[in-house]
């Protein structure tokens, strides 16, 4: 059965952050071990603040509030009074396997000072910033050491000292009798929190954590060339461990806006242009701009037709790692007027009559270019 983290501390559902905190430090003060050093208090206090930590954490708590129980664990038991009775391979064999005996199941404590988790933020950026690169400053959220007691976890400084109810093993034995005997069953200490360790003066600004969550700025280089969905590392940026354990890394993950003129595809920048039909006849050079403004020619060559792409190298996006670029890829439509004046319709008639151009049926596939079709693809980027 789940439990009620939400009666543990006396709040409705509706509880704020502050309001969980506000309850947890009006409760730890009649159950802490500083005033208080039984070991019903210890588990008290341990049943408060893991209530806290489930209840402010919003992944728990979602859990929670959907009839869960993140903290849930199955108890591997022991079972006593058995003995082999069948030669080798008896009863009592199979039932030291699945229930143990008072051993069973104990893994001894775990490390107080532990290495911290890694974080993850994202950031975004638009293509300008991707083709340059960029050092940017992003905020995260994350726990560092306590400054108040340098990670230590204690008030005045002290080493922990072995855990008086688990005898510094990190975990104790709790023993039930059934049908099928006396059940030994093992779980974490409460009072230790399966360390094996308690700090007898918990630093007042932790709560003997050695960490404390704070938002800080962080300052990013984000290399040229980087794209969509990728990561930038930083090494020892993520969350402190508890203890003051050294810190996991943080990784920054690019989002990156759609441009207005272009769409890339790798290294490779692409663009529809639109060409005036006499100017796809005879030729013509254009100005066309990078992401960052700078402008170079598009030469388009005489007689070039609808859908044809024309390469322009070296001037799409930096090869990250690389002196390299990619290409600038053009993919050119042909503007056929909709309206033409006495004269220019005169002079068209004339080329025609010139060329004796007749229309005719192509046998190919019907769609639009390859522009439009790339275009589909990187709808909702």
Same mark, same amino acid.
């Given at each position: 059965?789940?439990?009620?983290?939400?009666?543990?501390?006396?709040?409705?559902?509706?509880?704020?952050?502050?309001?969980?905190?506000?309850?947890?430090?009006?409760?730890?003060?009649?159950?802490?071990?500083?005033?208080?050093?039984?070991?019903?208090?210890?588990?008290?206090?341990?049943?408060?603040?893991?209530?806290?930590?489930?209840?402010?954490?919003?992944?728990?708590?979602?859990?929670?509030?959907?009839?869960?129980?993140?903290?849930?664990?199955?108890?591997? @038991?022991?079972?006593?009074?058995?003995?082999?009775?069948?030669?080798?391979?008896?009863?009592?064999?199979?039932?030291?396997?699945?229930?143990?005996?008072?051993?069973?199941?104990?893994? @001894?404590?775990?490390?107080?000072?532990?290495?911290?988790?890694?974080?993850?933020?994202?950031?975004?950026?638009?293509?300008?910033?991707?083709?340059?690169?960029?050092?940017?400053?992003?905020?995260?959220?994350?726990?560092?050491?306590? $400054?108040?007691?340098?990670?230590?976890?204690?008030?005045?400084?002290?080493?922990?000292?072995?855990?008086?109810?688990?005898?510094?093993?990190?975990?104790?034995?709790?023993?039930?009798?059934?049908?099928?005997?006396?059940?030994?069953?093992?779980?974490?200490?409460?009072?230790?929190?399966?360390?094996?360790?308690?700090?007898?003066?918990?630093?007042?600004?932790?709560? &003997?954590? &050695?960490?404390?969550?704070?938002?800080?700025?962080?300052?990013? $280089?984000?290399?040229?060339?980087?794209?969509?969905?990728?990561?930038?590392?930083?090494?020892?940026?993520?969350?402190?461990?508890?203890?003051?354990?050294?810190?996991?890394?943080?990784?920054?993950?690019?989002?990156?806006?759609?441009?207005?003129?272009?769409?890339?595809?790798? $290294?490779?920048?692409?663009?529809?242009?639109?060409?005036?039909?006499?100017?796809?006849?005879?030729?013509?050079?254009?100005?066309?701009?990078?992401?960052?403004?700078?402008?170079?020619?598009?030469?388009?060559?005489?007689?070039?037709?609808?859908?044809?792409?024309?390469?322009?190298? @070296?001037?799409?996006?930096?090869?990250?790692?690389?002196?390299?670029?990619?290409?600038?890829?053009?993919?050119?439509?042909?503007?056929?007027?909709?309206?033409?004046?006495?004269?220019?319709?005169?002079?068209?008639?004339?080329?025609?009559?010139?060329?004796?151009?007749?229309?005719?049926?192509?046998?190919?596939?019907?769609?639009?270019?390859?522009?439009?079709?790339?275009?589909?693809?990187?709808? @909702?980027?």
């Amino acid at each position: 059965m789940a439990r009620d983290y939400y009666g543990i501390l006396g709040v409705d559902r509706n509880a704020s952050d502050a309001d969980i905190k506000k309850a947890f430090r009006r409760k730890a003060r009649k159950y802490h071990p500083d005033v208080n050093d039984s070991a019903e208090a210890a588990d008290k206090f341990n049943e408060l603040k893991i209530a806290q930590e489930v209840l402010t954490d919003p992944q728990k708590r979602s859990i929670v509030d959907a009839g869960g129980d993140p903290e849930a664990q199955p108890n591997y @038991g022991g079972a006593g009074g058995f003995s082999g009775g069948f030669g080798g391979g008896g009863l009592g064999d199979i039932f030291e396997q699945f229930f143990g005996g008072a051993g069973a199941g104990m893994r @001894g404590p775990k490390p107080r000072v532990r290495p911290g988790n890694d974080a993850l933020v994202r950031m975004k950026l638009d293509l300008a910033e991707c083709y340059t690169g960029v050092r940017k400053e992003v905020t995260v959220d994350t726990a560092i050491l306590c $400054d108040a007691c340098q990670g230590k976890g204690s008030q005045s400084g002290q080493s922990p000292v072995t855990c008086p109810t688990c005898q510094g093993r990190g975990e104790v034995v709790e023993t039930q009798r059934s049908f099928l005997g006396n059940v030994q069953t093992v779980r974490e200490c409460s009072r230790c929190g399966g360390t094996g360790e308690i700090i007898k003066d918990p630093c007042p600004k932790c709560d &003997g954590d &050695g960490r404390v969550k704070k938002r800080r700025p962080i300052t990013v $280089d984000i290399p040229a060339g980087i794209d969509d969905g990728m990561r930038v590392r930083l090494s020892g940026q993520g969350e402190v461990g508890p203890g003051g354990g050294p810190a996991g890394d943080l990784y920054v993950e690019v989002r990156v806006a759609p441009d207005s003129i272009f769409v890339r595809e790798g $290294d490779d920048l692409h663009l529809s242009v639109s060409v005036p039909m006499v100017d796809a006849a005879l030729g013509t050079s254009i100005s066309v701009k990078d992401p960052v403004g700078e402008e170079f020619p598009l030469d388009i060559a005489p007689g070039t037709q609808p859908d044809e792409t024309i390469t322009v190298e @070296g001037r799409g996006m930096p090869r990250i790692r690389s002196d390299r670029k990619g290409n600038v890829v053009a993919h050119v439509s042909v503007a056929v007027p909709t309206k033409l004046d006495s004269k220019t319709e005169k002079l068209l008639k004339q080329v025609k009559n010139h060329r004796k151009d007749d229309a005719i049926v192509n046998d190919r596939e019907s769609g639009g270019g390859f522009f439009s079709r790339l275009r589909s693809r990187f709808v @909702g980027r």
